[in-house]
């Protein structure tokens, strides 16, 4: 299939700053993509590419789905947008009932947002909201983890890990604290699935509530497996751990499931995977198969219930988004959910998992690898940094799998790789061969 060429004279590039980009590298050499259907995005040459990151982990059901296209066709004509405050519109409750009937038991409410960074926020907030008006205001306090990734707002920054996602922004919130990250390549390397070794990681967090007392805590916030700092899964017993010592000292656990929502590794939820249950769930990305932004927070009932209070013509929780449940987003929601539904896709990580798994690891032994790790359907290759050029060889990884009609995603030197979940065999075996291919030859 040929696509019109759009007129892309050199200069034409130029107006677009774009996001967490090398913006002059590529715009000497342009990665275009025109279109998409199921497992492949079409390149502007007219090559097919395997997409091995469901665009930014967000594709799960694949691309162009009928339900989604359809849904979304259907709410342009019929409601194009409603106001988010003091007025309602059937599909914004439709999704939250969906919504909470996928999430594990204790979960009865859901806040809408337009994107990951957005929930955090409101998360966040909530969070420190929810103590006040119990009359435990002084619980102010955050605790993130080195390493994580809660989006790019300020808020998400504070709690976040990544250096330099924070160094260039100031003092950020104060009042926060970080957990130690997780990742032990000397006692874990190579392992499928949750590590041995760090469970006595989440100790730390005894610490830092030794040193500002307990009571000054609203929150910890972590993603169960964390995604776009490269992959690290929880050591076996991290994230029980973690529930206790939040349970002993009446602080809100929040699990940032932008990444593990929505079947990436064979549940609904990651809280159901693991098998512990915070009190707030962040998601995104997958809610609306990518198609259109939107994220959400769930919430336990006391959670919500502690807000239902005072005069009933007063505003509970002073915090929204103009397109907070908007019918556009909503109506993808509810395709999306269809579609996970009828093809049984958020548990199909599940039945993949193992031949993932084994593909994945085979790449072991291959030049400059130092890790492999894998859970449902979500895998990392952790390359040898090229002495004094960080980040060199995985990119150059990413930009050789490209021209060999593949996405993968890097960050650092270690390669992210999270396909669509309706991923067969064959296109494992391409992807994984492709990449054995890539790793064979780079400097
Ligand atoms: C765990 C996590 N939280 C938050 C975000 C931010 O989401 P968004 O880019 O939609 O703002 C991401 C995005 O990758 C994420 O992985």
Avoid at 190 to 201: I, K, N, S, V, W
Avoid at 308 to 333: D, R, V
Wanted: some cysteine; charged content about 20%.
């Amino acid at each position: 299939m040929m696509y019109d060429e759009p007129d892309l004279r050199p200069n034409d590039l130029s107006a677009f700053w774009m996001p967490f980009t090398s913006n002059r590298q590529f715009k000497r050499a342009p990665r275009m993509l025109v279109a998409a259907e199921g497992m492949h995005y079409t390149a502007q040459d007219g090559r097919q590419i395997l997409d091995g990151t469901a665009g930014l982990w967000c594709v799960n059901a694949g691309h162009k789905r009928p339900k989604i296209v359809e849904a979304i066709k259907r709410q342009a004509e019929e409601l194009d947008y409603a106001p988010a405050f003091q007025m309602g519109h059937p599909k914004a409750f439709q999704l939250a009932n969906r919504l909470v009937d996928l999430a594990p038991e204790p979960f009865t409410q859901a806040f809408f947002t337009n994107s990951g960074s957005e929930a955090v926020e409101t998360a966040l907030k909530t969070a420190i909201a929810y103590h006040r008006v119990r009359g435990d205001g002084a619980r102010t306090r955050l605790i993130g983890r080195e390493r994580g990734y809660h989006g790019v707002n300020f808020g998400g920054i504070s709690v976040g890990g990544i250096v330099a996602n924070r160094k260039m922004f100031g003092t950020l919130l104060t009042g926060v604290d970080h957990l130690p990250h997780t990742h032990d390549l000397a006692r874990n390397a190579f392992t499928r699935g949750q590590p041995e070794y760090g469970a006595e990681l989440a100790d730390d967090l005894m610490r830092i509530l030794a040193l500002h007392d307990p009571s000054t805590v609203a929150a910890v916030i972590v993603e169960p497996m964390a995604g776009s700092t490269g992959v690290l899964m929880p050591p076996k017993g991290y994230l029980e751990k973690l529930r206790a010592i939040c349970d002993q000292h009446g602080i809100l656990l929040i699990f940032d499931e932008v990444i593990t929502g929505f079947g990436r590794l064979g549940s609904p939820f990651a809280a159901e995977h693991f098998d512990v249950m915070p009190d707030m769930i962040v998601c995104a990305k997958g809610l609306t198969n990518g198609v259109i932004p939107m994220g959400a927070v769930l919430v336990r009932q006391e959670i919500h219930d502690a807000f239902m209070q005072g005069p009933e013509h007063l505003i509970e929780f002073f915090h929204g988004y103009t397109y907070s449940g908007n019918p556009m987003a909503c109506a993808a929601g509810l395709g999306t959910l269809e579609t996970y539904a009828d093809e049984g896709l958020l548990s199909r990580a599940r039945e993949i998992g193992p031949y993932w798994e084994e593909a994945l690891h085979a790449l072991k032994g291959l030049p400059h690898v130092i890790d492999i790790r894998n859970m449902g359907l979500i895998g990392a290759v952790e390359l040898e940094p090229i002495a004094g050029e960080p980040t060199k060889r995985a990119f150059s990884a990413f930009l050789a799998a490209y021209e060999k009609g593949c996405l993968i995603r890097t960050t650092g030197d270690i390669i992210a790789l999270s396909p669509p979940l309706i991923i067969e065999k064959s296109h494992i075996d391409q992807l994984i061969g492709t990449l054995a291919d890539v790793l064979k030859g780079l400097k």
